[in-house]
């Protein structure tokens, strides 16, 4: 059973998918408790349990577990509760109660390490808490840990899958150009509207630079729940719409570079295709290109539009091993991105360097155990430390 801790992230929702996908559906059932927007992107074929604002999560989420009788719980991700409104959901804080369901209890652990920040914006501080020392941690970015409740995997289905239907037709369903150059571009709805809200003239710059030479040589497939509209008028731009998790792979892996404004997020999937990454960065070296542009004096570096986090994804691109797997480039400075595309998509091998890293570091993670066997050994292991009994009787007491 998947709890999926997020209204507006399909980033979570599409690990819950890639086990399903490895997991298969002939000895396997599957339940998820979700927001009822998260709904339309699971099979018809799930048992679903939606949760209600005014009813708190614990009593949401122990009722489907005595409904359902899953042998195994599943948070998508920790305790990154981000569900406006809705009682009980408290970022960063992790239901102990939930431990009285009597049976493991497992999250993905896309940080795999606790960190706090100040969101430059609001002035709000944010914890980012690891996944308990009583829940399992399943993690897919690093190879090995220390911490006695981490496991690794490597999905393979839905990349296999993704690969096998990427091609022409693709591209061409969604009113693309298979014979032109092909950047695929992706923005989930949350940092869609933080961004509107705090920076509206940020997709603005994006557009000069999508309308400048040589990016008018090539295509910008941009996935976004909804139309962006300094996108509109751009005849190199093609605007996608949220689609389910096996389609969105399909057209990342039809695509020739993968664009991003994060370094935590859907890049990964790029690399598992073997499609390599330009990040779109923000460094010291830009200060003075600041001033007249979207961030006007409120300058600061960046490796997660809008939120910064550039100590941070120092320390993930060393754990997770993702160097030389993508290219940074300077987001606010025209002259560097139209160089970096250049170079990557219309100079001779400009992608071959990354596309062998980024073969390498799949190959690496798929000497992992899968969802199958990752699971299995956790049935099959001791109940950790303050996590009770695997006892699905004991669901309610």
Not at 75 to 91: C, R, Y
Not at 179 to 193: G, I, W
Not at 252 to 258: G, I, N, T
Request: overall charge negative.
């Amino acid at each position: 059973m998947f709890v999926v801790t997020t209204a507006e992230n399909m980033g979570d929702m599409a690990l819950c998918q890639e086990w399903i996908g490895d997991l298969g559906r002939d000895t396997f059932q599957y339940a998820f408790v979700l927001c009822g927007n998260m709904a339309p992107y699971i099979d018809d074929g799930d048992v679903r349990f939606l949760f209600e604002s005014d009813t708190d999560i614990r009593t949401t989420i122990l009722a489907a577990a005595r409904s359902f009788g899953p042998e195994a719980i599943i948070f998508a991700s920790n305790s990154f509760w981000t569900i406006p409104g809705q009682k009980g959901a408290q970022f960063g804080t992790f239901p102990p109660e939930l431990h009285l369901a009597g049976i493991p209890l497992l999250s993905f652990d896309p940080f795999e390490l606790s960190f706090e920040t100040t969101v430059r914006q609001t002035g709000a501080r944010a914890c980012f808490p690891a996944v308990p020392a009583s829940v399992w941690a399943l993690r897919y970015m690093s190879l090995s840990s220390t911490e006695t409740n981490a496991r690794h995997f490597c999905s393979r289905e839905v990349f296999s899958l993704a690969r096998q239907t990427a091609g022409p037709e693709v591209l061409k369903k969604w009113g693309a150009d298979p014979n032109r150059k092909t950047l695929v571009f992706a923005v989930s709805k949350n940092r869609h509207d933080f961004i509107e809200r705090y920076y509206p003239e940020y997709f603005a710059h994006l557009s000069r630079l999508f309308s400048t030479p040589p990016a008018t040589e090539a295509q910008f497939l941009v996935v976004c729940a909804d139309p962006i509209a300094a996108f509109a008028q751009l005849p190199n731009v093609v605007q996608i719409p949220q689609v389910p998790f096996g389609e969105f792979l399909s057209i990342v892996a039809s695509s020739d570079l993968y664009l991003a404004d994060s370094l935590i997020s859907c890049i990964v999937h790029a690399f598992h295709l073997a499609v390599p990454a330009l990040l779109l960065a923000i460094g010291e070296k830009s200060r003075p290109l600041a001033t007249d542009g979207f961030m006007g004096a409120n300058f600061f570096p960046c490796r997660v539009f809008p939120y910064g986090f550039v100590e941070i994804c120092e320390v993930l691109e060393e754990r997770f091993g993702v160097s030389g797997c993508y290219e940074e480039v300077e987001m606010l400075d025209a002259v560097d991105f139209a160089a970096a595309l250049q170079r990557k998509l219309f100079d001779s091998d400009g992608l071959s360097g990354l596309k062998q890293r980024c073969l390498q570091w799949k190959s690496d993670r798929m000497k992992l155990p899968g969802p199958r066997e990752t699971l299995d050994a956790v049935l099959a292991s001791p109940p950790l430390p303050g996590s009770g009994s695997h006892n699905v009787e004991s669901i309610g007491e």
